[in-house]
């Protein structure tokens, strides 16, 4: 009985003591973020002008309208983006960039110019793209419908990837690849994935890029040979959208990027290839 009447006034005495301290977290001034990309096929270029926010304070992000946009390339490229109502900064023609050629883009935004550039990388298209139902006995895979695709990586420099997977037109991944992968890469290049339950039957496990579709769906899958740098930025960008709160966190902070003048974003230089499946 005397230890519980120790133990409650400790208590209380603790909680007296207890003090509420509102920290101040100190903000920077807002920074021009830039999201813009173009590829080897024939489309519209289009860039993405906002300004960051605090980390505590993520309201709707609006876009900037009032800058000078222009795209530069070796190959004698000179456009001017115009803004429209989509919140993009957005070519009039489309427009497509040749292997080995450099493209910069340049923005003038408050009197301030902003810079950056990439350059084309090489890529092979992709050569198959195959489903596959795995049936319940099959200890390696659940039973299901997966998809695999198969294509060949640039053997003379490393190749980074990223994979976008389409569902009837809804994207169902985002996968990043690279040549250190080996023969778990999605390209799947030591494989087969025209007889997948033979190459499982051997012991071998093809890497699938979707799983469980149904008959009757529409699988796109889109290609992107990008820069060692992009791959590095959309790593970093994915562990910090993917933080929980908890210790294991990284620290906040902003993804590595090439946008000159203390900008944010990437301004990406891909080789796009594109492939479509209807599942039978």
């Given amino acids: 009985m005397k230890n519980l009447i120790y133990l409650i006034l400790f208590s209380l005495v603790f909680a007296a003591c207890e003090k509420i301290v509102d920290v101040e977290i100190p903000s920077e001034s807002p920074r021009l973020v830039v999201e813009g990309q173009i590829t080897n096929l024939k489309e519209l270029w289009k860039v993405r002008l906002t300004l960051s926010q605090p980390y505590f304070d993520q309201e709707e992000v609006d876009a900037i309208a009032d800058a000078i946009v222009t795209i530069k390339g070796t190959d004698g490229t000179d456009v001017l983006l115009s803004y429209t109502d989509t919140g993009m900064f957005v070519s009039n023609d489309s427009l497509q960039c040749i292997v080995g050629e450099e493209y910069s883009l340049s923005i003038i935004y ?60 809804t994207l169902k991944s985002e996968d990043l690849d690279d ?102």
Wanted: net charge negative; proline share 6%; charged share 20%.
């Fill in 110 to 169: 408050k009197g301030d110019t902003y810079t950056s550039k990439e350059k084309l990388q090489n890529a092979f298209a992709i050569d198959t793209l195959a489903a596959f139902y795995l049936p319940p006995n099959d200890r390696s895979f659940p039973e299901g419908t997966y998809i695999f695709l198969q294509g060949q990586s640039d053997q003379a420099n490393q190749s980074f990837y990223l994979f976008k997977t389409y569902r009837n037109d």
């Fill in 179 to 280: 040549d250190e992968f080996g023969s778990v890469s999605l390209l799947n290049s030591a494989f087969d994935v025209n007889d997948i339950l033979g190459e499982i039957a051997k012991g071998s496990l093809p890497r699938p890029i979707l799983f469980d579709v149904d008959t009757d769906d529409t699988i796109r899958v889109e290609q992107f040979a990008i820069t060692q740098q992009y791959y590095q930025f959309l790593i970093d960008l994915g562990a910090q959208q993917g933080r929980s709160g908890t210790p294991f966190d990284p620290p906040p902070a902003n993804p590595n990027n090439n946008i000159s003048n203390g900008g944010l974003g990437y301004f990406s230089v891909a080789h796009k290839e594109e492939m479509e499946l209807v599942v039978e």
